[in-house]
């Protein structure tokens, strides 16, 4: 585990696990191949997150159920639903400001496009994998802000 302390903000977009098709889609479950997915990447989250993380939800049943895998309280916020943009999960999240760690358990094209906002200064559609996530971090060196991948991983690496 790394040193928190040396990060201003760190930032985890996770994406839900394999859900059924079909609607309406903010009641859509996972499926028993979700449901595995989500207990990996928990497994793996838990053993790095630091017991303070804060947990942001969106409020699609799929997300739930991803997110309670975790077994840790989480705030459910309505701006980071499904067809959310990444402004709103940037705002939602508190980059940078917040500081400390937050996750995002949300859906695509949001994640991808916010982990590209943040990474690159400009939207565009980087992919987030079912139940993967993308961990980044906003720190100072030298009196220049930089954002930095910490990890990618999906539920077949947790």
């Known amino acids: 585990m790394y040193d928190f302390m040396e990060a201003d903000m760190d930032l985890i977009l996770w994406r839900h696990a394999d859900a059924v098709d079909g609607s309406p889609d903010m009641g859509r479950e996972l499926t028993t191949k979700g449901h595995k997915q989500a207990a990996q990447v928990a497994a793996w989250l838990n053993a790095r997150l630091p017991k303070n993380a804060v947990i942001l939800v969106s409020p699609a049943q799929r997300a ?4 309670k895998a975790l077994g ?17 999960v940037v705002l939602a999240a508190g980059w940078p400001d917040a500081g400390g760690c937050v996750v995002i358990v949300g859906h695509q094209p949001s994640l991808g496009q916010t982990a590209a906002l ?7 559609d980087f992919s987030i994998k079912k139940g993967g996530l993308w961990w980044l971090t906003n720190r100072v060196r030298q009196a220049t802000q930089q954002t930095m991948v910490r ?4 539920p077949e690496l947790a």
Not at 151 to 154: E, H, P, Q
Request: hydrophobic content about 45%; glycine content about 6%.
């Open 72 to 88: 840790r309280p989480f705030e459910t916020i309505k701006k980071i639903a499904p067809g959310a943009d990444a402004m709103n």
């Open 64 to 67: 739930q159920q991803t997110a």
């Open 118 to 124: 943040l990474l690159c200064g400009a939207e565009s």
């Open 151 to 154: 990890a990618v991983m999906t």
